[in-house]
């Protein structure tokens, strides 16, 4: 079993920057592709980026458009954590922020998008943006 803490949620303005951290129990971390969706009230969630499993020093990152150019995901497996950087924040990127990771992929190259993808899910952290 996979537990899944996410820390780094906020207030913020809008223009400011965070960055998310979800720290990742058991062995098996690098050989999980790990992701982050979010859900903003009355939507439902939605994917945001993620980061393929560990292949040598290449990793596969993808992001919804939204985002492109905004956030960096970025996992250290040292410490069995992903990040999410996010910069240049918007009021509509307000949502409580979910830490996913799938089951252990032999595929170094696969970044999966959709939630049914993935196994394991953090409690969420709030992100706020003020306009």
């Known amino acids: 079993q996979v537990q899944l803490v996410e820390s780094g949620g906020g207030l913020v303005q809008t223009g400011g920057s965070l960055r998310l951290s979800c720290a990742a129990s058991?062995?098996?971390?690098?050989?999980?592709?790990m992701g982050w969706f979010r859900q903003a009230p009355g939507k439902e969630r939605e994917f945001v980026a993620a980061?393929?499993?560990?292949?040598?020093?290449?990793?596969?990152?993808d992001y919804e458009d939204s985002v492109k150019g905004r956030f960096t995901i970025s996992r250290d497996n040292a410490k069995n954590t992903v990040y999410l950087q996010m910069n240049s924040l918007k009021p509509e990127d307000t949502a409580v922020y979910y830490c996913?990771?799938?089951?252990?992929?032999?595929?170094?190259?696969?970044?999966?998008?959709?939630?049914?993808?993935?196994?394991?899910w953090g409690q969420g952290t709030q992100v706020t943006v003020s306009s």
């Open positions: 980061i393929s499993r560990s292949g040598g020093n290449i990793h596969y990152v």
């Open positions: 996913a990771g799938t089951a252990v992929y032999s595929d170094t190259k696969k970044i999966p998008r959709g939630y049914y993808e993935y196994n394991y």
């Open positions: 058991g062995r098996t971390f690098g050989s999980r592709a």
